[in-house]
């Protein structure tokens, strides 16, 4: 089992940055990827970013440049900083876990909400 906890959303205006942290605890040292995920009120959930164990990231296209995925493995979080945000980056936020390279994420964390106004 791993449990996963987010925090470090909140409001922000256009252009403006915000750092996301995911502790995660449990079985940790069995993780391959981790990711962030992200859904916005009447849309389908879609992942933003994944960093696997090795180092090698993905970045959704729609972030691409302004966004950075990184994990701290002696502090067991994964972190996601975001910047030059835009309204359209305004979701729930979830971190998710898995333990293989590819295919479904086991775990995911409760969400933190980013608004980003104009």
């Known amino acids: 089992q791993v449990q996963l906890v987010e925090s470090g959303g909140g409001l922000v205006q256009a252009g403006g940055s915000l750092k996301l942290s995911c502790a995660a605890s449990?079985?940790?040292?069995?993780?391959?990827?981790m990711g962030w995920y992200r859904q916005a009120p009447g849309k389908e959930r879609e992942l933003v970013a994944a960093?696997?164990?090795?180092?090698?990231?993905y970045y959704a296209d729609s972030v691409k440049g302004r966004f950075t995925i990184s994990r701290d493995n002696a502090k067991n979080t994964l972190y996601l900083q975001m910047n030059s945000l835009k309204p359209e980056d305004t979701a729930m936020y979830y971190c998710?876990?898995?333990?293989?390279?590819?295919?479904?994420?086991?775990?995911w964390g409760q969400g933190t909400q980013v608004t980003v106004s104009s």
């Open positions: 998710a876990a898995r333990f293989s390279k590819t295919g479904e994420y086991d775990y």
């Open positions: 449990g079985s940790i040292f069995s993780i391959n990827t």
């Open positions: 960093i696997r164990s090795g180092g090698s990231t």
